[in-house]
């Protein structure tokens, strides 16, 4: 188990609550543009993609998709999306918050977007990458060393 007790996806509703109380509650701060919504709703699609095909990645080798035990993991994923992100899931969680940050159009609560990824890369995927390393060795270290992290 990790030391972080919050799923991604929980935080990811949290953060996106807090941003909507930022953005009726602290007026001013509004960015707002003709053709943000469409940009919004684009970041939208990539992300719920980039969340959606690793979870059926996952499925088809049948191993875990639960972040909170990565040990219980029976496959190292490298394919579909794992080729160009080491975490396209939280890829997907980040870019879904900041169409969520950019359809608000509140500079303030956009400020929820790198602390999400912040969160994330201390507390969900250092974490996941040591029990991963235990659990797939030299296999996770070369995937490691070619994909990166992010993008």
Same mark, same amino acid.
């Given at each position: 188990?990790?030391?972080?007790?919050?799923?991604?996806?929980?935080?990811?509703?949290?953060?996106?609550?807090?941003?909507?109380?930022?953005?009726?509650?602290?007026?001013?701060?509004?960015?707002?543009?003709?053709?943000?919504?469409?940009? @919004? @709703? @684009?970041?939208?699609?990539?992300?719920?993609?980039? $969340?959606?095909?690793?979870?059926?990645?996952?499925?088809?080798?049948?191993?875990?998709? $639960?972040?909170?035990?990565?040990? $219980?993991?029976?496959?190292?994923?490298?394919?579909?999306?794992?080729?160009?992100?080491? $975490?396209?899931?939280? +890829?997907?969680?980040?870019?879904?918050?900041?169409?969520?940050?950019?359809?608000?159009?509140?500079?303030?609560?956009?400020?929820? +977007?790198?602390? =999400?990824?912040?969160?994330?890369?201390?507390? =969900?995927?250092?974490?996941?990458?040591?029990?991963?390393?235990?659990?797939?060795?030299?296999?996770? =270290?070369?995937?490691?060393?070619?994909?990166?992290?992010?993008?």
């Amino acid at each position: 188990m990790l030391d972080a007790r919050l799923p991604p996806p929980l935080l990811l509703v949290l953060l996106g609550a807090a941003m909507w109380a930022v953005s009726v509650h602290v007026p001013g701060f509004m960015l707002r543009h003709p053709t943000i919504d469409a940009v @919004a @709703a @684009a970041l939208a699609v990539v992300g719920l993609l980039a $969340n959606g095909l690793p979870k059926l990645a996952f499925s088809r080798v049948r191993t875990t998709v $639960n972040p909170l035990r990565p040990s $219980n993991a029976t496959s190292l994923v490298t394919h579909g999306l794992h080729r160009v992100s080491r $975490n396209p899931m939280y +890829v997907g969680h980040v870019l879904l918050l900041a169409a969520w940050a950019l359809y608000l159009g509140h500079a303030i609560a956009a400020l929820c +977007v790198p602390l =999400q990824m912040a969160w994330l890369a201390r507390f =969900q995927i250092l974490p996941e990458e040591r029990a991963l390393d235990a659990k797939f060795g030299v296999a996770w =270290q070369a995937y490691r060393t070619r994909v990166p992290r992010w993008l």
